[in-house]
């Protein structure tokens, strides 16, 4: 049986982006926790966040010393689902704790979670989960329950507001709500209750909740009390949230006059999408108009210019036809256009632009290529396109660099490119003189591309490592295979 400093090892290299520093700090944690005596009656979970998904990874558990576990069989490797453990998951992201919020075991019992973030170096690296079984006090059904606007303690706070304008808060498409002078949670409007409970996994009603407990950046309420000299003065803050999948617009500011805090949450998870699309459609376009001015403009003035000293007519139109074909080469990518259906075999895909790297490169025939790519594996075509881009960046990086500063006996560039356990994995090896890993991307357009494609098109799991004796790139993402 795998003890629990490798299987936490072992789970945080395969499905995290930690550090092995990083890992020794939770192996460390892990350890005190087997000496301590403290959580002697509860449940007690370390937690990560999943590299490849919005949700979380159980990295350690340990049993009650007091009383039995709520757990038969065991949970180490299993998935904390947002919809489950939401306050896992807000803890992950934000660093703030939640404290006592509801929530549902991998076995499906209902219990009551305290979740305290575990820092480096001013990260959050993971979660420290404390659980305690809630079934008899369990609601049979979850409920989200709107405040009423008939409390006095609202009538008071909105006092400095008109009526009218007040009520139409109700019909707003943000989330609104309002915190009283101790942090307690005094008005929502339907549309925070929607949000709490449909994209942040909230079980329990909202209904006098602490703002430290639904707040979703990492300041707390006595930060802002502590800013605003205990709400008497003018405070506000704005801040863009991610938190999943979802991205939140945070507006939260103080009434001095009744010491209330108000949080504006707005959704704006749609619009960062099509931003993140935009902008990852003006990389590939700056990327090809990069390529076309680098990689053909010479060739094709030399071309044009052979062109212009020929007299023959026949010689001038070959040229000129020679021009065209080697402009055509940069529209490899219509190729996935013509496709009937959203189904891509990455193996055929590959071999395409391998060898339009061949031919782009013929010139380097000292240079040996070779492929072992799985013939198992078929994308939709967003995905297809995504790993066509990063592996064509990647070779003809090692083509236009690993060899230009060194005389290799035998230069070899290897692409590989497997399926194990539902992850898909893409090594390109090559035995040249390396380069630095830890400078920035942003100063090669070409390898900010693989970043950034594999981050945001495979939501996938980047690993460069160089040396004089070569570099090697590893790429691992989800299949998500095709019905």
Same mark, same amino acid.
């Given at each position: 049986m795998m003890k629990y400093r490798e299987k936490i090892k072992k789970l945080c290299e395969e499905q995290t982006n930690l550090s092995q520093e990083d890992i020794e700090t939770l192996i460390e944690q892990a350890d005190l926790l087997m000496k301590t005596s403290d959580y002697a009656s509860e449940d007690v979970f370390i937690d990560v966040r999943n590299v490849y998904s919005e949700h979380a990874t159980v990295i350690f558990h340990k049993k009650p010393q007091t009383k039995g576990s709520l757990?038969?069989?065991?949970?180490?490797?299993?998935?904390?689902?947002l919809q489950n453990e939401p306050g896992v998951i807000r803890?992950?992201?934000?660093?703030?704790?939640s404290i006592g919020l509801s929530a549902l075991s991998q076995e499906g019992i209902?219990?009551?979670?305290t979740v305290l973030p575990i820092m480096r170096e001013g990260r959050v690296i993971a979660t420290?989960?404390?659980e305690k079984d809630i079934s008899p006090?369990?609601?049979?059904?979850?409920s989200l329950k709107t405040t009423e606007f008939s409390h006095r303690e609202v009538d008071d706070v909105c006092a400095t507001i008109d009526s009218e304008e007040f009520a139409l808060l109700k019909y707003m498409n943000d989330a609104v709500l309002v915190f009283n002078q101790v942090g307690q949670l005094i008005y929502f409007n339907p549309q925070a209750a929607t949000i709490y409970r449909t994209k942040l996994g909230y079980m329990d009603s909202l209904e006098g909740m602490h703002y430290d407990n639904l707040v979703l950046e990492k300041n707390i309420f006595a930060d802002i009390c502590a800013a605003s000299n205990d709400l008497t003065d003018t405070y506000s803050v704005s801040a863009e949230v991610q938190y999943g999948t979802n991205c939140f617009s945070i507006n939260q500011y103080v009434v001095r006059e009744t010491q209330s805090l108000v949080m504006i949450c707005k959704d704006i998870s749609e619009l960062k999408r099509l931003e993140a699309h935009l902008s990852l459609e003006r990389t590939s376009i700056r990327e090809m108009n990069h390529r076309v001015k680098n990689n053909l403009q010479t060739v094709v003035s030399l071309l044009r210019l052979q062109a212009q000293k020929s007299q023959d007519k026949d010689v001038k139109k070959n040229l000129a036809d020679s021009v065209n074909r080697i402009l055509s080469i940069s529209m490899t990518h @219509? $190729? *996935?256009s013509l496709q009937k259906n959203d189904e891509i075999s990455?193996?055929?895909l590959l071999e395409g632009v391998v060898s339009n790297v061949q031919r782009c490169f013929s010139e380097r025939l000292d240079i040996k290529l070779s492929c072992d790519l799985d013939s198992r594996i078929y994308l939709d075509s967003s995905r297809a396109t995504a790993l066509a881009l990063v592996v064509n @960046? $990647? *070779?003809q990086n090692s083509y236009d660099h690993a060899f230009e500063t060194i005389k290799q006996k035998n230069p070899e560039i290897h692409l590989q490119i497997t399926l194990d356990n539902d992850i898909i994995e893409v090594r390109v090896i090559d035995n040249g003189s390396g380069y630095d890993v830890n400078r920035s991307f942003e100063d090669h357009l070409g390898l900010m591309i693989v970043e950034r494609f594999v981050k945001s098109k495979l939501s996938g799991k980047l690993s460069v490592r160089s040396s004089q004796r070569g570099t090697r790139t590893i790429i691992t993402f989800k299949y998500n295979r095709i019905d």
């Amino acid at each position: 049986m795998m003890k629990y400093r490798e299987k936490i090892k072992k789970l945080c290299e395969e499905q995290t982006n930690l550090s092995q520093e990083d890992i020794e700090t939770l192996i460390e944690q892990a350890d005190l926790l087997m000496k301590t005596s403290d959580y002697a009656s509860e449940d007690v979970f370390i937690d990560v966040r999943n590299v490849y998904s919005e949700h979380a990874t159980v990295i350690f558990h340990k049993k009650p010393q007091t009383k039995g576990s709520l757990y038969e069989k065991t949970v180490v490797g299993s998935i904390a689902y947002l919809q489950n453990e939401p306050g896992v998951i807000r803890t992950l992201h934000t660093g703030a704790p939640s404290i006592g919020l509801s929530a549902l075991s991998q076995e499906g019992i209902p219990i009551q979670q305290t979740v305290l973030p575990i820092m480096r170096e001013g990260r959050v690296i993971a979660t420290l989960i404390l659980e305690k079984d809630i079934s008899p006090d369990f609601p049979r059904h979850f409920s989200l329950k709107t405040t009423e606007f008939s409390h006095r303690e609202v009538d008071d706070v909105c006092a400095t507001i008109d009526s009218e304008e007040f009520a139409l808060l109700k019909y707003m498409n943000d989330a609104v709500l309002v915190f009283n002078q101790v942090g307690q949670l005094i008005y929502f409007n339907p549309q925070a209750a929607t949000i709490y409970r449909t994209k942040l996994g909230y079980m329990d009603s909202l209904e006098g909740m602490h703002y430290d407990n639904l707040v979703l950046e990492k300041n707390i309420f006595a930060d802002i009390c502590a800013a605003s000299n205990d709400l008497t003065d003018t405070y506000s803050v704005s801040a863009e949230v991610q938190y999943g999948t979802n991205c939140f617009s945070i507006n939260q500011y103080v009434v001095r006059e009744t010491q209330s805090l108000v949080m504006i949450c707005k959704d704006i998870s749609e619009l960062k999408r099509l931003e993140a699309h935009l902008s990852l459609e003006r990389t590939s376009i700056r990327e090809m108009n990069h390529r076309v001015k680098n990689n053909l403009q010479t060739v094709v003035s030399l071309l044009r210019l052979q062109a212009q000293k020929s007299q023959d007519k026949d010689v001038k139109k070959n040229l000129a036809d020679s021009v065209n074909r080697i402009l055509s080469i940069s529209m490899t990518h @219509e $190729l *996935l256009s013509l496709q009937k259906n959203d189904e891509i075999s990455v193996e055929k895909l590959l071999e395409g632009v391998v060898s339009n790297v061949q031919r782009c490169f013929s010139e380097r025939l000292d240079i040996k290529l070779s492929c072992d790519l799985d013939s198992r594996i078929y994308l939709d075509s967003s995905r297809a396109t995504a790993l066509a881009l990063v592996v064509n @960046e $990647l *070779l003809q990086n090692s083509y236009d660099h690993a060899f230009e500063t060194i005389k290799q006996k035998n230069p070899e560039i290897h692409l590989q490119i497997t399926l194990d356990n539902d992850i898909i994995e893409v090594r390109v090896i090559d035995n040249g003189s390396g380069y630095d890993v830890n400078r920035s991307f942003e100063d090669h357009l070409g390898l900010m591309i693989v970043e950034r494609f594999v981050k945001s098109k495979l939501s996938g799991k980047l690993s460069v490592r160089s040396s004089q004796r070569g570099t090697r790139t590893i790429i691992t993402f989800k299949y998500n295979r095709i019905d």
